[in-house]
């Protein structure tokens, strides 16, 4: 038998399975139109701005990025008021997790997330052979952070906590996550993963940021792939205390961040009008297709991010198939064990309809079966 080449942790990683990709599946069933509400992308595209600063950018293409993205970083550090050393840039929110635990986790260290939550946190944790502890969030789907502090250990390296959590969509008490913060043991880092954080829809909020600049041993992860509709170029960002991105600089890739993608953010940053007519498109249009799901008889969690988490009380792997023969492309939660669950994008006003519809059909045809 071939002796195995790898590292131990490779034969721990299920792949990530991707929303499927609209071009395949126009291909395999011969439509002309797909929608895919499953990936939390922004179906509004990002800012006009940014596809022109993009556009501008791509005859500089044969020369390297400047590696620390530092115009980024001082533009993020005018946004939050802090200063542009305690900003690292990446490839994508995905990358600066993948950063955090390359340079953090070391074998048999504990780190705790919740379940059901994104996937990337097992991934890396089982890669560097760290140990990864799942806490069942609380019956509302909110992360359960007593359970969390009840479960560090002095083996505890790292605890994510995703909020808003995909992809429940729920979001952590603001004075509990203070309460959480001030007990968690120093030896610890918290990580808040605050990819939807522009959604938060609750007054007096406090995020990541705000802890980092009072002190607190946590890092806040921020990506341009949500709310400023940047995703296939990929762009995100960490902000923490210099002590703690240190690790980060030493093990990230020198070129990671592409300069499109960069003028693409620079652009996006500051056509701040843009940002906040599209933020109440997605408010009022999350509000609607939540009445219209309730009014299907579904279950559908308060969200405080671009999607919706919901108990389609069927069997979602089903669902998602006939739905995708009608073109439109949700998340059944199946993979996170929540068979009847699925995550469901906000679309525009048009592919929400398109969604309804389909349901609708879908509804009536299994009524009229029975
Ligand atoms: C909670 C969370 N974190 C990180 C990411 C990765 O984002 P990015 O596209 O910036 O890599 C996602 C993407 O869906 C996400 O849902």
């Avoid at 022109?52 to 020369?63: G, Q, R």
């Avoid at 940021?209 to 990929?234: H, Q």
Wanted: with cysteine; proline share 5%; glycine share 6%.
């Amino acid at each position: 038998m071939m002796k195995k080449l790898w590292r131990d942790g490779v034969s721990h990683l299920t792949p990530y399975v991707p929303g499927k990709p609209i071009e395949e599946v126009k291909r395999e069933l011969g439509l002309d139109e797909v929608i895919r509400l499953a990936s939390n992308e922004n179906p509004m595209g990002p800012s006009p701005k940014a596809l022109e600063s993009m556009a501008a950018a791509v005859k500089d293409c044969w020369l390297y990025p400047e590696p620390s993205c530092l115009e980024l970083r001082e533009k993020l550090a005018e946004r939050y008021e802090l200063s542009a050393e305690k900003i690292i840039v990446g490839n994508g929110a995905d990358h600066i997790i993948t950063l955090i635990g390359n340079a953090y986790i070391n074998p048999g260290d504990e780190v705790i997330y919740c379940h059901p939550t994104f996937s990337s946190y097992r991934e890396i944790t089982l890669l560097m052979g760290g140990k990864p502890i799942e806490i069942p969030t609380r019956n509302d789907f909110v992360t359960d952070l007593k359970g969390i502090l009840h479960s560090i250990t002095n083996k505890t390296k790292l605890i994510f906590i995703c909020n808003p959590n995909n992809p429940t969509g729920t979001i952590v008490d603001t004075e509990e996550l203070v309460s959480f913060l001030n007990q968690v043991p120093e030896s610890v880092l918290v990580v808040l993963d605050e990819a939807y954080a522009e959604y938060i829809s609750v007054g007096h909020y406090r995020t990541g940021i705000e802890f980092v600049k009072e002190g607190y041993p946590v890092i806040s992860i921020r990506t341009f792939s949500k709310y400023f509709g940047l995703a296939g170029v990929r762009v995100g960002y960490a902000v923490a205390a210099e002590k703690y991105l240190k690790p980060l600089q030493a093990v990230k890739q020198t070129f990671s961040v592409n300069r499109i993608a960069m003028a693409g953010a620079l652009a996006a940053l500051d056509d701040i009008n843009y940002g906040e007519r599209m933020l109440l498109e997605v408010n009022k249009e999350k509000e609607r297709l939540t009445e219209q799901l309730l009014s299907f008889g579904l279950d559908v969690t308060d969200s405080h991010a671009n999607f919706l988490f919901v108990n389609m009380k069927r069997d979602t792997s089903e669902l998602f198939t006939k739905l995708m023969h009608k073109g439109v492309l949700i998340r059944p939660c199946g993979p996170w064990k929540l068979d009847t669950y699925a995550r469901i994008t906000i679309g525009t006003i048009q592919q929400n309809d398109t969604l309804i519809n389909a349901l609708k059909e879908i509804q009536e045809a299994t009524i009229s079966i029975k």
